[in-house]
């Protein structure tokens, strides 16, 4: 067969990049776009990033690094400064005490647990995931060569138990990631059943990581629970992989960090030097400015989250056939639609994502793609008005199925 010098065909893929499958949300957005191309006029639940801007006292401290030449290469664990205000941010809201050593500034959050599941897991090794969960988990484990196994909490309205991990513990098992607030279920661990996960997985010879990216978008009456307060003992076996990404509406910024055992991080560190070589100088200035300084953003955004969660869950439980509990924190709804499938003669949540994304011109997330079949999952990081539209289309399309 004849190649031309663009064509691909003969193109010698790894086993590795084989296993890889692009993110299946990238793919929803590569949808909508070519849908909003087309004129439609596309709501979009199936972001995962805040709609705010981020805060102009951010934005102003990345404009003064540019003036004062701060172009250059930074160490690959990130400057001092932010390392500093990483680990004061986390021992003054949760009374630990990490120093800088045990800080490692990555690109992101997604980076960090790539970075930390690489320097874990051989071939072969086992890795307890949640599941439903964050569709990067698996696909980073798969990476690295590992194998997942789940932790089913459908069960449990989708909370992470002590019984179900124990439940799911093999002689394997070398790595636990939990994630509270969780993407997609918008679940929480609790206090108490936290510390119980991670003093079983420590006791049966695991380590965990703690992906807190949602950290700060806790709903009340439920707390904001870090890894970060547990005692020493249990902490020298957590990697906490932390994201100013969403908390600061920093998602294009690509910061993050990961906080934990000093050996853990020094290889994390020496992949990162040996890949991405640190993340963006300018973008280090301006999170030390995010951490150090007013956190009354953050309140606002969590605030509006709260405010369009309690009008829109009461909104999709009124649709006949859907099913959908009160998130706990972060920005996603995880409706169950195994009744409304039935009565409008969907097979698979992906057929019904599909249905109000090409029909209806909703952007939404198929449960399937977080290992839970029958639910969507769908963000409100959109405006109440966008989210009103939503509903109103979702009704519509029951109608028209149900006629
Ligand atoms: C559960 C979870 N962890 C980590 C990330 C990564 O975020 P980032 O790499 O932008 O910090 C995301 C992003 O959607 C997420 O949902």
Known sequence: MSTTATSTSAFPVSKRAKMTKLSSTAAVVMAADKLRAQGVNVIDLGVGEPDF??????KDAAKRALDENFTKYTAATGIMPLRQAICDYMN?????????????????GKQGIFNAVLAMIDPG???LLENPC????P???????????PVDTEVTDFHMTADLVGQAITPKSK??????????TGRLIDRAEFRKIVELAVEKGLWVISDECYLQFVYPPNEVNSAAMLPEELRSRVLIAGSLSKT???????????????????????????SATHAASIAQKASVVALTSSQESVKEMLAEYIRRAEWFIPALNQIPGIKCSAPEGAFYAFPNMKELMKNCGFATSKELADELLWKYGVVTTAGSAFGAEGY???SYANSLEAITEAVERIKQMVADRTK
């Open 53 to 58: 801007p981020t805060p102009e006292h951010i």
């Open 92 to 108: 003054s809201n949760f009374g630990s005490d990490y120093t800088p050593e045990h800080c490692c500034v990555v690109l992101g």
């Open 125 to 127: 090794d086992e890795v």
């Open 134 to 137: 964050w569709v990067s988990f």
């Open 139 to 149: 696909e980073i484990v798969h990476f690295a060569e590992g194998k997942t196994a």
């Open 175 to 184: 790595l636990l990631i939990i994630n509270s607030p969780s993407n997609p």
């Open 248 to 274: 600061y509406a920093m998602t294009g910024w690509r910061v993050g960090f990961t906080l934990g055992p000093v050996e853990w991080v020094n290889e994390i560190t020496k992949i990162q030097s040996q």
């Open 376 to 378: 969507l999952r769908m």
